[in-house]
């Protein structure tokens, strides 16, 4: 009895080599096309940190890379682009990009891939509760230019005299359009331009007078945790007019504003990238989502008070169909297992 077992044993461990040995042949390669870490802008706010930890979910348990991060603001990043020494930044908004990115396009030195989303816009919002409803105590307020009459609901306590607008960051491209469409709609002097010095103080203070129920008036942009997480009214402003936009871009003074454009978001990499790792390039021309799914995704990354990378694989897991469809099927089978 003894040896009989010793000797099925021996084909039991013979069968574990021998099944071992097909997995590894049978097994796709994990190889990187790049002998070094992909290196993906780590920007400073929600939609592009989210985005950022998808594909780099995706680059990893799919195409065997690794991924650095590279964090920093917009204008860095996009020279960093232009130089090298970033492959891949996530967003780059063309309806108004940054100034470097359009000097590295008009210079050659960068590509835009695929489309991070097709349908971002930015505006100003108050929340629907001031505007709607029984206890709406501006149910008229349905424009810019309806603010004037309105200033007294939105009052500075530091100027009792003026509402208050809360802009974005100072230094922003946005907060520059902002300041200048004020003055175009004839309201710097009756609203105070509010900006703050980081993303996240400026909507720690409007979520404060959401969650209280309070009238507030703010720029902000979808996708955005923010526009996922409560109910709000973008004002309507003037149709959007290129020539006016134009104008409002490039003067000091302008006499006229106009909503801001829909922006097509795009995946922007270096030049030589599509070259270095073609099937990688392929993966960020196919990436696409939009920006009510990345919102969706952000407010309950918020509520739940879990890091882009968690929410990530949440997408990940949840939305396999959006996903493989920017990936061949042996790729989604690795991204898959790996989750």
Not at 299 to 324: M, N, T
Request: glycine share 8%; aromatic share 10%; with cysteine.
């Amino acid at each position: 009895m003894r040896e009989a077992g010793m000797v099925s044993g021996r084909k039991s461990l013979g069968g574990l080599v021998l099944a071992g040995a097909l997995a590894l042949f049978a097994a796709p390669s994990q190889a990187c096309e790049l002998d070094r870490p992909l290196k993906i802008a780590g920007l400073d706010y929600d939609s592009a940190a989210f985005h950022a930890a998808v594909a780099t979910a995706i680059v990893e348990r799919g195409y065997g890379c690794k991924v650095e991060r590279v964090p920093g603001a917009i204008a860095p990043l996009v020279n960093g682009l232009a130089r090298g020494d970033v492959d891949i930044v996530m967003e780059i908004w063309m309806a108004n990009p940054v100034e470097a990115w359009s000097k590295a396009a008009e210079a050659g030195r960068v590509t835009p891939l695929g489309t991070t989303f097709p349908d971002a816009n930015e505006g100003w919002y108050v929340p629907r509760y001031l505007v709607e409803g029984p206890d709406a105590k501006a149910p008229d307020l349905k424009s810019v230019s309806d603010l004037k009459r309105y200033k007294a609901l939105f009052t500075d306590p530091e100027e009792p005299a003026k509402g208050r607008f809360y802009n974005c960051v100072a230094g922003w491209v946005c907060e520059g359009v902002n300041t200048k469409k004020l003055a175009a709609y004839g309201l710097d002097n009756d609203f105070t331009n509010t900006r703050g010095g980081s993303g996240e103080a400026t909507v720690a203070v409007i979520e404060a007078a959401l969650k209280r129920k309070r009238p507030v008036l703010f720029y902000y942009w979808s996708p955005s945790w923010l526009v996922g997480a409560y109910d709000l009214v973008k004002l309507e402003e003037p149709a959007f007019d290129q020539a006016v936009w134009d104008q409002l871009k490039t003067t000091d003074r302008p006499s006229r504003a106009t909503a801001y454009p829909v922006s097509k978001v795009v995946i922007g990499a270096h030049v030589d990238f599509p070259k270095q790792a073609p099937q990688l390039a392929t993966f960020f021309r196919q990436y696409g989502m939009s920006s009510a799914t990345t919102s969706q995704m952000l407010a309950q990354a918020r509520e739940k008070g879990i890091a882009p990378e968690q929410q990530a694989l949440v997408f990940l897991k949840s939305q396999p169909d959006a996903w493989k469809a920017w990936v061949p099927a042996e790729i989604a089978g690795k991204v898959t297992a790996g989750l």
